[in-house]
């Protein structure tokens, strides 16, 4: 192969110009809905409001719920949500979480596990939908940090940078300051 053709060949990779291109960016940011789309999210969102309060402190009922909740989005062929599950469960996304990290109080241990082992497998979901494709990225990180805990963390480490090197306790310096100062014959203090 000529040098010409291998740099049109790269080119060609580097810029996506091949089989299987990814769409442009501004493609992703697009909503990418279907006719009928609309209505398939509304029936499985009233699918799962429908579903009977149950008592959220009643283990076996949350269990049931939770599985009940993750059929109903494999048979309507949609992505579990955080907000889906507090639907299912007769609460809102706010008290889920403060059920979940026990800000309030009077649920079982048990019903607290169940609903965090819930949350653990909605949040590997999204993370294989982001590292495969299946959701925007902008919409997976709003989604994560609200719902997850994830956060933008820069850490910043600050080092103190003494010129004078360590510093000494109060006592050295007073003992090292009087030890510098002479004393004058006439009686008078003298710096060195």
């Excluded at 010409?4 to 089989?19: A, D, F």
């Excluded at 979940?100 to 909605?122: C, M």
């Excluded at 109060?170 to 006439?186: A, G, H, Q």
């Amino acid at each position: 192969m000529e040098q010409k053709e291998m740099q049109n060949l790269g080119e060609t990779i580097v810029k996506g110009k091949g089989k299987g291109n990814r769409p442009k960016k501004s493609d992703q940011m697009k909503p990418q809905t279907e006719p009928g789309d609309n209505k398939k999210y509304i029936q499985h969102t009233m699918e799962v409001a429908k579903l009977d309060h149950i008592d959220l402190k009643n283990v076996e009922l949350v269990d049931q719920r939770i599985l009940d909740y993750f059929s109903i989005c494999e048979l309507n062929d949609m992505k579990p949500s955080v907000a889906g599950l507090a639907l299912a469960l007769g609460v809102e996304r706010t008290t889920l979480w403060k059920i979940r990290t026990k800000q309030t109080g009077g649920y079982p241990l048990e019903v607290i596990n169940s609903i965090k082992r819930a949350v653990q497998i909605i949040n590997a979901m999204m993370e294989d939908y982001m590292q495969n494709g299946k959701i925007n990225p902008v919409s997976g990180i709003f989604l994560m940090k609200n719902n997850m805990d994830y956060t933008d963390k820069q850490e910043v480490v600050v080092t103190p940078n003494n010129p004078m090197g360590d510093t000494e306790s109060p006592e050295r310096l007073e003992e090292r300051y009087r030890e510098s100062v002479v004393i004058d014959t006439d009686g008078q203090d003298v710096d060195e």
